[in-house]
């Protein structure tokens, strides 16, 4: 049986202190949330914020890792580090990664096996872009995308793998995919991780929804069959906005 898994990626925004006042306030007002709950702060607030959740039923992740343990990478952040800090979950493949930062399948692969291996949970992003989806390519991509991302991921590590499914036209702009659209997309998903993994793997990954969630279409998205959650951006960084959508229903 699933569970529903609603994250909050709050991108590069908020200073320590705005982070710990966010972080305190959802803490008290999750508490009695019934879901699965996890924050993504930028790199420089996860101390301040991992020492406010911890404890509490939201977990602390990372919106990034550098694809190799250690080294010579300036600018990178690796696993041994994230780990240090408290970090369980990473994000990857976001599409402000591969769009802006023009991160390849290829690299963000190595990225998901390598948290895998240091004993991480992975959000897996995918999604089309708008000429994609026009071109009638959205389930294509998807599909690129979700294989080539779990490529050579054991099925006994499928367990931390969550997938979220964002159209990246639905991303800061406002516009939702459909409750429908994003099922479909969301069942042609599990579909391949079917083809991928078999059955039971299809029926019990989580595929989080992730564009332009808000209080105001959360419930009507998590009442699809195939959507198990949300991967929320702007609608993350306050209280107000987020534990609706935490709570939704
Ligand atoms: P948004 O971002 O909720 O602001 O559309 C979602 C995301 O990029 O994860």
Redesign the pocket.
């Known amino acids: 049986m699933r569970s529903y898994y609603i994250a909050g990626?709050w991108?590069m925004h908020k200073t320590r202190s705005e982070a710990a006042e966010l972080a305190k306030a959802l803490v008290a007002q999750l508490k009695d949330g019934k879901h699965k709950y996890l924050v993504a702060p930028t790199f420089t607030s996860l101390e301040t914020v991992g020492a406010i959740v911890k404890g509490s039923n939201i977990l602390l992740g990372a919106q990034n890792c550098a694809p190799e343990e250690q080294g010579a990478h300036t600018g990178e952040v690796s696993v041994l580090q994230l780990k240090d800090l408290g970090v369980e979950t990473v994000i990857l493949g976001?599409?402000?990664r591969r769009h802006i930062y023009k991160e390849e399948d290829e690299l963000i692969n190595k990225k998901v096996k390598l948290a895998l291996k240091y004993g991480f949970e992975v959000i897996l992003c995918v999604g089309e872009l708008l000429e994609e989806r026009e071109a009638g390519k959205a389930e294509a991509v998807c599909e690129s995308q979700t294989v080539k991302g779990l490529a050579g991921v054991a099925l006994a590590d499928l367990a931390r793998v969550t997938i979220?499914y964002?159209p990246v036209w639905?991303?800061?702009?406002g516009k939702t995919a459909t409750p429908e659209d994003a099922d479909a997309i969301h069942a042609y998903i599990r579909k391949v991780v079917g083809k991928l993994y078999g059955a039971d793997a299809a029926a019990n990954i989580i595929i989080q929804y992730?564009?332009?969630?808000k209080p105001e279409n959360a419930a009507q998205l998590m009442a699809k069959e195939n959507i198990d959650g949300a991967?929320?951006?702007?609608?993350?960084l306050k209280a107000d906005t987020f534990v609706p959508i935490a709570k939704f229903g």
Do not use: D, Q, Y
């Open positions: 990626n991108k976001h599409s402000e979220a964002e639905a991303i800061g702009t992730g564009g332009s969630v991967l929320v951006g702007g609608a993350a």
